[in-house]
């Protein structure tokens, strides 16, 4: 006997229904083996660290750009931003030798983009205490993040001594990039309590 048997014209739904079953559940297990490894954080140490190195470095060239573009002004009594209170908000820095109406740092007569500081991190702040007090600014972590803290500390790695004051052993401690270090007292605004 030679006759072949044929499948019934139903069996392909069957086994295309059976192949889309297996699909899901791989789908499925795929997923819960993923979320099975959150740690319940989305902030990770490598993008704080990034970010702030490079949030840190574009402040400071506009502080400094901004000291640069009054250097040769005699009639100005500091060429740095001034603060206010105990700092003043980067966003909100002027320049005082940016033309009137034009001296904010991000928008005015050299417009620049910051960006929203990292994720688990507080605002910018700045601090003019003069030569004697130093000029610095300051981040500090929103709250005891392990992720944050560890992304400061690998920070703090591109910084030397001189430019940076960084007190690992706190739970949140402030990251302080100096503009200008102190010749006298540090400002308390520019330490960490």
Known sequence: MTASRRFSSRSGIAIGMILF?????????????????????????????ADVKSQANLIRNKILECYTNGYDRGDLPDKYPSSTGNGTL????????YNSGAQN?????????????PRGLNDWYYVNAGSSGGRCIRIQPASADASVKQGLTQASSSFSSMELSYDTGK????????????????SDDCNDP
């Open 90 to 97: 980067v966003e909100d820095l002027d320049c005082p030798s």
């Open 21 to 49: 079953v297996i699909a899901i559940i791989a789908v499925i297990s795929i997923a819960i083996s993923a979320s099975s490894n959150f740690t319940g954080s989305t902030i990770t140490p490598d993008r704080v660290s």
């Open 105 to 117: 740092i991000w928008a005015g007569q050299s417009p620049a983009s910051l960006p929203p500081p």
């Open 171 to 186: 739970d949140a401690p402030r990251f302080i990039v100096w503009i200008t270090r102190p010749t006298g007292t540090v």
